[in-house]
C-alpha cells in the first residue's frame, strides 16, 4: 500500500477527455519544499492546466495542502519514493528547499534533497532547483547531475508569493535542450506582458541563478535609493500620508514600478492598534539574504563598478548596527536640518533624483551581467533578460521597456547609460539630482546611494580622472611603472623619485 494522497476531481472546462482522471495518470510535474512559495507555485503550475505531485519533508503539511485544495489535480506522496513514482517521464521535480551553500566544497539542504533523489531517477530525468542559489553551486550541481546521467536547470524565480501563484518572472539556466522539455510548463506559469512569457532560456550551467542574483543586486539599489527619497521627505516635514500620496502619483507616471508602488502603499498603512502610520513603528533594521552580498563579490572578481548597489549593501548592513548607531549619535554632531525648499518644488527634485539614480542601478546591473557573460561565454542576450523584468518580478518598472528596446536596437551597448532614450533622462534630470544630494548633504541626511549613483555618472563621463597622481603614487612608493599621454598606449615608464625621509 502506498502513502499517495490521490484525488479526483471535475473535469475542468477545456480539458483533455481524461484529465480528470487522477488515480490513472502520471503528474505532469513535481514540486518538493511546501513553505509559502512552493504552495503557490504548485497552484499556479495547477492551474494552467497540469497535474502536480507535491512533497514535503513534513508530511502533515503535505496532507493540510491537499486537503485544502479539494477538487484540484494535485497528489501529495508520503516518501520521496512515492513521490518520483507517481510523476510522467521524464519526470520533472522542481526543489524549494533554502539553499546556503556558497563554494564547491559546501553542501547544504539542496545537496541532501539530490542525493535522495539520484538513486530513484531515470535518465534524462529533469531536476529544478528554484530557490536562490549561488550560481557557482548551481554549476557544480550541473556537472554532477550531468555526470549521472540526470539534467538539472538553476532557476531564478522572481516575484515573492503574489509572483508565484500568479505569474512569476523565471530565469532558468542550464543545457538548451533540457530548457525546450520544460519550455511549455515554464512559459504557461510565467507572467505575460504584451503576451509574451516573462522567461527565457538564460544561458548554460548557472548562467540563470547568475542573473537572478544580479537582479536581487539591483533590487537592493533600487529598495535604498526608494528610502532615501523616503528619508529626505520625512525631514523636511512630510507626513507619512503625504508621502504615501506621491508614491501613488510616481506610480502613475515615468516610474511606475512595483517597488514605487508597494512604499506607498506601505506608508498608507495605519496600525489598528494605535492608529499611527506602520511604517514609522517599523525598527529601522534591515535583513538580507546574501545575494547583495554576492553581488559584490563577483563584480569586485569581474572588475565591474556598482557602487550604488555597493552603497545599498553597506547601507542595510549599517543599519543593523542600531545600537552602535544610538550611541553614536549623543557623541557625533551634524547639521541642524533646515529644508526651506516648497514642498511642490522638493517633490520634483526628488523625483528626479530617484529616477536617475534607479537608471544608474540597472545600468551598474546590466554592466555586471555583460560582462560575465563574456567572460563565461554564456551567449547572454541583455535585451531579452530585460524584456523579462517586464512583468512578474519585483524589480518590473515601466522603464524596463525602454531599457529592452535600448538593447534590442543596439546589441552592443556599452553601458545603458549611453542609449539615446538614457542620454536624454539623465541630462533633464541632472541638475536637480545634483541639487538634492547637496541638500541632503548640507543637513546631515545620509543618501549613500544618491551620492554613489551621482559619482558613478559624473566619473564614467569625465575624460580624464585623477588616476595619474594615482599612478605616480603607485610608482613613487612600489615602481609599478605608468603609461604618459605623449607615447603610444602600452608603453610602461618608471621615474626615480627623490628619497623622502621621515
Not at 51 to 75: C, M, W
Not at 332 to 339: D, K, R, S, W
Not at 438 to 467: H, K, M, Q, V
Request: some cysteine; aromatic content about 8%; charged content about 20%.
Amino acid at each position: 500500500m502506498t502513502c499517495l494522497s490521490k484525488i479526483s476531481f471535475a473535469k475542468p472546462k477545456g480539458a483533455g477527455k481524461d484529465r480528470f482522471q487522477i488515480m490513472s495518470k502520471k503528474s505532469d510535474f513535481g514540486l518538493i519544499g511546501l513553505a509559502v512559495m512552493g504552495q503557490n507555485l504548485v497552484l499556479n503550475v495547477e492551474s494552467r492546466g497540469f497535474q502536480v505531485s507535491v512533497y514535503n519533508r513534513t508530511t502533515s503539511v503535505t496532507d493540510e495542502f491537499i486537503a485544502k485544495h479539494p477538487g484540484k489535480a494535485l497528489v501529495g506522496a508520503h516518501t520521496l519514493e512515492e513521490f518520483v513514482q507517481s510523476l510522467a517521464m521524464p519526470r520533472k521535480i522542481h526543489i524549494m528547499v533554502k539553499s546556503t551553500a556558497v563554494a564547491d566544497s559546501d553542501r547544504d539542504a539542496v545537496d541532501a534533497v539530490i542525493e535522495q533523489l539520484i538513486p530513484l531517477l531515470a535518465k534524462d530525468d529533469i531536476i529544478i532547483d528554484g530557490g536562490n542559489s549561488f550560481y557557482k553551486t548551481t554549476e557544480r550541481r550541473d556537472v554532477y547531475l550531468a555526470e549521472k546521467g540526470l539534467r538539472f536547470i538553476g532557476a531564478g524565480v522572481s516575484g515573492g508569493e503574489e509572483g508565484a501563484r500568479k505569474g512569476p518572472s523565471i530565469m532558468p539556466g542550464g543545457p538548451a535542450s533540457t530548457w525546450e522539455v520544460m519550455k511549455p510548463i515554464f512559459e504557461s506559469i510565467a507572467a505575460k506582458v504584451d503576451g509574451e512569457p516573462c522567461v527565457i532560456h538564460i544561458g548554460p550551467g548557472g548562467a540563470g541563478h547568475y542573473v537572478k542574483m544580479i537582479h536581487n543586486g539591483i533590487e537592493y539599489g533600487d529598495m535604498q535609493l526608494i528610502c532615501e527619497a523616503y528619508n529626505i521627505f520625512k525631514h523636511a516635514g512630510f507626513t507619512t500620508d503625504e508621502m504615501a500620496a506621491i508614491f501613488n502619483e510616481w506610480n502613475e507616471g515615468a516610474m511606475q514600478s512595483y517597488l514605487i508602488q508597494i512604499s506607498g502603499k506601505a506608508l498608507e498603512q495605519k496600525d489598528p492598534e494605535t492608529g499611527a502610520s506602520i511604517v514609522e513603528l517599523i525598527v529601522d533594521k534591515a535583513g538580507q539574504k546574501g545575494t547583495g552580498q554576492w553581488t559584490l563579490m563577483n563584480a569586485a572578481e569581474n572588475g565591474i563598478v556598482i557602487s550604488t548597489i555597493n552603497a545599498a549593501v553597506e547601507a542595510r548592513i549599517l543599519s543593523s548596527k542600531k545600537k552602535a548607531r544610538v550611541a553614536a549619535s549623543k557623541l557625533l554632531t551634524g547639521p541642524a536640518v533646515n529644508i526651506t525648499t516648497a514642498k511642490a518644488e522638493l517633490v520634483k527634485k526628488v523625483h528626479d533624483a530617484l529616477y536617475a539614480s534607479k537608471i544608474i542601478s540597472y545600468a551598474q546591473g546590466l554592466d555586471l551581467i555583460k560582462s560575465m557573460g563574456e567572460a563565461k561565454k554564456w551567449g547572454l542576450d541583455l535585451g531579452r533578460i530585460a524584456s523579462i523584468w517586464r512583468g512578474g518580478c519585483i524589480i518590473r518598472a515601466r522603464f524596463l521597456n525602454s531599457i529592452t528596446d535600448a538593447y534590442r536596437e543596439n546589441p552592443e551597448l556599452s553601458n545603458l547609460m549611453l542609449a539615446p532614450f538614457f542620454i536624454d533622462v539623465l541630462t533633464q534630470t541632472q541638475q536637480n539630482w545634483r541639487e538634492v544630494v547637496s541638500l541632503a548633504t548640507l543637513n546631515g541626511i545620509p543618501c549613500p546611494a544618491f551620492s554613489a549613483s551621482l559619482g558613478y555618472y559624473d566619473s564614467y563621463r569625465a575624460e580624464r580622472l585623477p588616476a595619474n597622481l594615482l599612478q605616480a603614487q603607485r610608482d613613487f612608493f612600489g615602481a609599478h611603472t605608468y603609461e604618459r599621454t605623449d607615447k603610444p598606449e602600452g608603453q610602461m615608464f618608471h621615474t626615480d623619485w627623490p628619497e623622502v625621509i621621515g
